[in-house]
């Protein structure tokens, strides 16, 4: 029934920035929680970001500071600004949408819908 479009990935040098995007489609978007969540090389899946449906927001230690998570205002996508962009930062970042909010943001399997994921690479 839903689904999210990711956008905006790519090759950056360290201290630089980029944006993602992450469009909806088929479901009540103004209704869901969303995440970030990003899985690097031999890691497992790790929490970033998670923003309301009234657009308060968490973040992993690891990004706070440097991560902005926001809602568009038409309520149809979910961006992430990355600023200060560190080697460590690489990964496949993905959004996910939860519709029933019944457990926390951190946690992945409380989200119902996923993105296909985009690579962010950050050279140093």
């Known amino acids: 029934q839903v689904q999210l479009v990711e956008s905006g990935g790519g090759l950056v040098q360290a201290g630089g920035s980029l944006r993602l995007s992450c469009a909806a489609s088929?479901?009540?978007?103004?209704?869901?929680?969303m995440g970030w969540f990003r899985q690097a090389p031999g890691k497992e899946r790790e929490f970033v970001a998670g923003?309301?449906?009234?657009?308060?927001?968490v973040y992993a230690d690891s990004v706070k500071g440097r991560f902005t998570a926001s809602r568009d205002n038409a309520k149809i996508t979910v961006w992430l600004q990355m600023n200060s962009l560190k080697p460590e930062d690489t990964a496949v970042y993905y959004c996910?949408?939860?519709?029933?909010?019944?457990?926390?943001?951190?946690?992945?399997?409380?989200?119902?819908?996923w993105g296909q994921g985009t690579q962010v690479t950050v050279s140093s």
């Open positions: 996910a949408a939860d519709k029933t909010i019944l457990r926390p943001y951190t946690i992945w399997t409380a989200y119902d819908y």
């Open positions: 088929g479901g009540t978007f103004s209704s869901y929680r």
């Open positions: 923003i309301s449906r009234s657009g308060s927001t």
